[in-house]
């Protein structure tokens, strides 16, 4: 009978070790997805800028990844882009691989539009990459609302109370005043230590509707739930950026892209 009152202990154990491990939260990884890769399609052939279009004097491939540089020579006066040419997509998702010097500020901007009179610019969502990591993984939008969420935020986009008036009025220290947090996604500064400085990253960039998810090396670093219809693209332009600044280097490579 002791040999029964054990094992039932013993069971109820587990159980109960079980259940209790099920009710932590678990990371906020990207979800595993049972399609294949092949739905992918590369949008870089590793050896040339075919179907992108930039600034030479800021864009080159290099050990067979895309390569901005700013040197004391070619500082900028305004951010500049290279910029996919073979489509503008809506639903999509992005993978790729980038690597950025301390010094250095990019990203990758998505649904975004020309900008008039300025070369090679675009304005509109951007996934925010930076060599001191105090930006990589937020949503900034580019030359529009500013800051949509920061890295560990889920947040719901709201119009400005008045949608005539200027759009840098609703913007307040480099954020949209609109930007609600639903739910802290993760710990920011907890965040950034699955972040490598200065070596390769994954990026993974997801656009359904008005739903825009950033991932880091398979963790989901900002999530924006865009509701506010003035300002909203649904689909746009692709680029990758070098920012006004110090000399920097920013390398990208591997990147594949599949509409939804």
Known sequence: MKKI???????????????????IPA?????????????????????TLTG????????????GAITGVITPETLLKANTFLIWKDGQPGDFELKAKFKISETGNSGINYRSDMVPDVPFALKGYQADIDGRINYTGQNYEERKRTTLAYRGQKTKITPQENPTGNLRDYVERNAWKGLNVIEEIGDRDELKTKI??????????????????????????????????????AKGYLGVQVHVGPPMKVQYKDLMIKMN
Not at 52 to 63: F, I, L, M, N, S
């Open 5 to 23: 009152h054990y094992l039932m202990i013993g069971i109820l154990s587990v159980v109960t070790l079980g259940l209790l491990l099920s009710m």
């Open 27 to 47: 990371d906020k990884t990207e979800p595993i997805s049972s399609e294949s890769q092949s739905e992918f399609k590369s949008i870089f052939d590793g050896k």
């Open 52 to 63: 992108w279009e930039g600034d030479p004097t800021y864009w080159k491939v290099e050990d």
């Open 196 to 233: 490598k400085a200065n070596d390769w990253n994954d990026i993974h960039i997801v656009a359904q509707g008005n739903v825009l998810k950033h991932y880091v090396n398979g963790v989901l670093m900002s999530e924006v739930h865009d509701e506010d219809p003035a300002n909203f693209s």
